[in-house]
Every structure is written in C-alpha cells, then in structure tokens.
C-alpha cells in the first residue's frame, strides 16, 4: 500500500481527477498530507496498530525509568529483563504505605515495574536498576511520515479503505456547500468505522 494508491482512489471519489485538459484541484502534495494525518489519527483511535516491543537501557540505580526511544508515544507494558525473567505489576500506592523507603532499597534484577499515573512515558520498577540492565519494554510508536511512492510497510493493509475515507472527509470538508458538507461527515464516520472505532457515527 502507497499513498499514492490511496489519493488515486481518493481523486476518484471526489471527481478530482487529474487528465490532459484539467488540472486537480488539489494537488498531491496537499492530499499526502491528508493521508499521514489520517495515520496520525489511527493512532490515536487505535494506539495497538502501532505497538512494538524493544529494549530499553535503564538508567542504573534509580527506580524511576522513562521511555527514551525517540518514537515512542505511550508505554504499553514492561515484559522482562531482556533475557530473563518476567515482571509482574505492583500497586505503588500499597507498597508505599507499607515499605515507604522501597525506592530506595538495594538494587537487583527488576522483578515488578507500575505506571506512573499522568505520565505516558515513565513508570517505577522494584527493585532499583544495577548497572547494565535492560528492560524489554512494549510501546506505542509515532507512525513514520510517509512520500507518495513509500510502501507503507507499518501501517496494516486493511486501513487502505479507512484512510481514503479520511483523504475524502478532508478534501470534501474544504468546500462550504451542504453536500459537500454531508459527504465529509459520512467519510469520516465511515474511516472512524472501518478502523474499529465505536460510536463512530458521531463525528466529533
């Protein structure tokens, strides 16, 4: 899939068809843009079409670890040691109250990590990192900004049909007559739709 492919059948929805006598009206570095933020916005709706897993270098003794992959949106899960063991979650609040120096205990292999609340990137581990630790962590990734002959390779071949609906609702949504209008809603309800959005009639 290309974003080419995607603005050709976009053209021919809205009659935007480029030939020998006339020119588009709206031209193909304009659409492209339509088309990235379409994948933009499944990520947003849909954050686990980007999911990926990676190792994560941890910062040695601290118990307060931060994504530092320049991609990365929002963290997922922390799945192990990279080459060891599992880690289960904890309730940072309860082991708090009942072990309020924990940060602050000896450093080991991680065995348990928790979410910072309000915080995407960031999370706690127990205990503190030792030196050379690495963490097998799963995020979210900012989606890749893609040209017009790019083979969109991150991007699942089934959000083909939901992204011309997106180029359509913003090229529609351009022109003030009703119709036009109309069609944006529906195009965008139809995007919101296909990639798995509930309520998705409702365009906000």
Known sequence: MKPSEIIAT??????????NV??????????????????KEICTFKPMVFATVAALACTPGRADQTLTFANAVMLLDVLRVTNGAALTKFDRPTLDLFSPAWRSDAAGPALQWSALE???????????????????VRYVRNPAVYLLADDMVAVPDVMG?????YVVYRAESKDDENVSSA????????FKQKIGVANAATVQ
């Open 183 to 190: 069609r944006a809603v529906a195009h965008f309800a139809a």
């Open 118 to 136: 309000g915080d995407l990137l960031s999370f706690f581990i127990y205990p503190q990192a030792p030196a050379a630790q690495s963490l097998d």
């Open 22 to 39: 006339t020119a588009p009206r709206q031209s193909d570095t304009e659409l492209l843009g339509y088309v990235n933020d379409g994948v």
């Open 161 to 165: 049909p939901a992204l011309v609906d």
């Open 10 to 19: 976009a053209r021919l929805i809205v009659l935007d068809v480029v030939d």
